[in-house]
């Protein structure tokens, strides 16, 4: 089945810090890729999306690719910010055609950013 | 633009009680999917309406079923409540066609005592 497996948080960065948090996945196919945000108390906010390989997905700083080769959509921030910390979630969703609408997450990495 | 809510947000049960969510849909929005997020995993598919029909299922129990209206609304049924039963439950709308992105609601903190 699918799954997704993300890097153990937490972690902890100052102001300014570069980010990566790695993500590699395991699926039929060639599945879409998600990061989702959820901050504290809140539900989950979708932060970028790639639909096909070599595709990069980027929003509000952040960005990830589709590395098939590698089966991987690591996400990145050249510079953190204390309001950028939260918990990350990838997510794909398998293009089996029809009516498919599962995501599959995994378990997230919690940041937290120092001023 | 109304994004998804969810009714209510807090809920406190005992075992072997019954409960009932509500999600309303992102405008425009006609499908409905339904996650649960145990404390400090990521969410897990329950099930997704579309033309008030379950359309896709994933590895839950019978004791949980929904429900999808004519105004796209949906709401969720737990019946004989464990403790397990914990969780935060997230609702997701999207359109058929441009299901590729989900928008979630705020959820619904449910706890099973």
């Known amino acids: 089945g699918n799954s997704v497996t993300q890097m153990e948080g937490p972690v902890t960065l100052s102001e300014e810090a570069f980010l990566t948090i790695n993500c590699t996945y395991t699926?039929?196919?060639?599945?879409?890729l998600f990061w989702y945000v959820q901050y504290p108390g809140e539900g989950l906010q979708l932060l970028l999306k790639?639909?096909?390989?070599?595709d990069k997905g980027s929003n509000k700083g952040f960005e990830a690719t589709y590395r098939k080769e590698t089966t991987s959509f690591h996400l990145e921030k050249g510079s953190v910010q204390v309001s950028d910390s939260a918990v990350y979630f990838c997510?794909?969703?398998?293009?089996?055609?029809?009516?498919?609408?599962?995501?599959?997450f995994g378990k997230g990495t919690l940041l937290t950013v120092n001023p | 633009d109304a994004g998804v809510t969810q009714s209510p947000t807090h809920l406190i049960k005992t075992r072997g009680q019954q409960v009932t969510l509500r999600c309303s849909p992102k405008?425009?929005?006609?499908?409905v999917s339904w996650y649960q997020q145990a404390l400090g995993q990521g969410p897990q598919f329950i099930f997704q309406y579309y033309e008030e029909e379950e359309r896709q299922r994933g590895n839950f129990p019978d004791r949980f079923s929904g429900h999808q209206f004519p105004n796209y609304s949906s709401e969720l049924n737990v019946n004989a409540l464990l403790l397990g039963d914990s969780a935060l439950y997230l609702c997701?709308?999207?359109?058929?066609?441009?299901?590729?992105?989900?928008?979630f609601g705020p959820g619904t903190r449910l706890t099973v005592l």
């Open positions: 405008s425009g929005h006609d499908t």
């Open positions: 699926a039929t196919g060639y599945p879409s």
């Open positions: 997510a794909l969703k398998e293009n089996s055609g029809g009516s498919n609408y599962k995501l599959t």
């Open positions: 790639a639909t096909k390989a070599d």
């Open positions: 997701a709308s999207s359109l058929v066609r441009g299901a590729d992105t989900q928008y």
